[in-house]
């Protein structure tokens, strides 16, 4: 097996020392978008990758930490949004349909109690 040149390993170690920048967390669900921590927290990830790519270490890792926290606040925003939409669908579905069956049932009894 060849040996990697001083160099290269130097920069080999440099990379796998650097803070991930959290950038697909808040970009890939579109959703998280919409809420302000999700958009900073995409603002981070970018300030992030242009530390890591300038070689600044400890900026990156403070940003990176900023926007994972970021991420998990927007994304528990999320889940707490759904909930509280599938929960109003789902009561407002038997509420509704209880008003319609008492309109139906009005108008049939309407119907038959009516002289022909």
Do not use: W
């Not at 290269?8 to 020392?17: G, S, W």
């Not at 809420?35 to 940003?63: I, M, N, Q, T, W």
Request: net charge neutral; charged share 20%; with cysteine.
């Amino acid at each position: 097996m060849e040996q990697i040149p001083q160099p290269y390993k130097q920069a080999l170690l440099e990379a796998r020392k650097m803070p991930r920048d959290y950038f697909l967390g808040p970009s890939a669900p579109s959703l998280l978008q919409l809420l302000l921590p999700g958009l900073a927290a995409l603002v981070f990830s970018v300030k992030s990758r242009d530390c890591k790519v300038v070689g600044d270490p400890e900026r990156a890792a403070d940003h990176s930490k900023t926007a994972r926290c970021l991420n998990i606040v927007a994304l528990t925003l999320v889940i707490l949004i759904s909930a509280a939409l599938i929960l109003l669908v789902a009561t407002s579905k038997d509420f509704l349909f209880k008003k319609v069956q008492e309109v139906l049932t009005e108008i049939h009894d309407s119907n038959f109690n009516e002289p022909h």
